[in-house]
């Protein structure tokens, strides 16, 4: 299990991560989101040991993993930012791992590499971005490791070779109860990947929810009025992260179940009212619009 207890994380006069508070339960494929520079990269970095916090506490069961060789041994880190010796092959950077993990698989590496055909005699800095990301997670996965963590592991991967890593990661949870941590920019990709989401913005943890709660969890309900509400529009039990009214219509975003939702509206007495799920994407901007965030400036 992963435990982080109001993690802080400064760079000089920057804040990385302020007060950041999530637990990672053995199994779980949990998924990082949210913006450039909101934290992502550091909050892994912490995770792996890289880094050590200024605030706060990392913990992997029950163990600090800064500058705990032992500890370090359970996790592998896929960098955003790639790095491999200058002269280095996929081959020899499976000898290198080989030697650090004493969990390494030479029969996966071997299906691996069958599986991905990109060559482990040839240099890494020829590569393209696409093949270096591929031997990053071959050697990842063949060190079969308890904890996994991806930082952005599908950026410049096709379509098909996604598909295949992440079918490949979801046997290894079976097979290793391997947990995964996986940061992304892309919300879609992690809505029928991951069990849990938590969004990260300027440091700070807005929201965290199993992804199942996103369906069961929020809504979009539309409303007509006759006559048209005069004032903004408020419902007895439920949170509404966003409105707006053209004409009759009445657009709500809930922070309550579409059963919930609309009863509370028809409460209301409207001529008509439907209610239907959000997307993930929906509901982080939702969310970051209900606290004051201006969405309109952030990539997912």
């Known amino acids: ?51 050590s916090a200024d605030g706060g506490q990392v913990t992997v069961d029950g163990e600090p993993v800064f500058e705990n060789p032992e500890q370090k041994q359970k996790i592998f880190f896929v960098s955003d930012d790639l790095f491999f010796p200058p002269q280095a092959t996929v081959d020899d950077m499976r000898q290198f791992y080989r030697a650090a993990y004493p969990r390494w698989d030479e029969a996966r590496y071997q299906r691996l590499l069958e599986l991905f055909p990109i060559g482990d005699r040839r ?17 990842a996965l063949s060190c079969a490791p308890e904890y996994l963590l991806l930082d952005e592991a599908f950026d410049g991967l096709d379509p098909v070779i996604r598909h295949a890593v992440r079918r490949i990661i979801s046997d290894m949870i079976s097979e290793y109860h391997m947990t995964v941590i996986i940061s992304s920019h892309n919300l879609r990709e992690l809505e029928d990947f991951c069990d849990r989401v938590g969004l990260l913005h300027h440091g700070r943890l807005l929201l965290e929810c199993a992804v199942d709660d996103i369906q069961l969890g929020f809504c979009k309900v539309q409303a ?24 009759s219509v009445a657009t709500l975003i809930c922070a309550a179940g579409e059963e919930d939702a609309l009863a509370a509206v028809n409460a209301r007495s409207p001529m008509l009212a ?23 400036k952030i990539v997912f």
């Open 1 to 51: 299990m992963v435990l982080i207890e109001s993690i802080t994380k400064h760079f000089g006069v920057n804040t990385a991560l302020d007060s950041v508070s999530l637990t990672v339960s053995p199994g779980c494929i949990y998924g990082l989101v949210g913006t450039n520079g909101s934290g992502k990269s550091t909050l892994l970095r912490l995770i792996s040991g890289v880094y």
């Open 123 to 139: 240099k890494l800095s020829s590569f393209s971005k696409g093949m270096r990301r591929q031997a990053a997670l071959i050697l």
């Open 224 to 247: 007509v009025f006759n006559p048209r509400p005069s004032e903004k529009i408020t419902l007895d039990g439920i949170r509404i992260l966003s409105q707006e009214l053209h004409g």
């Open 274 to 296: 439907e209610a239907v799920s959000l997307t993930l994407e929906e509901v982080f901007i939702y969310e970051m619009e209900a606290v004051g965030y201006d969405y309109s």
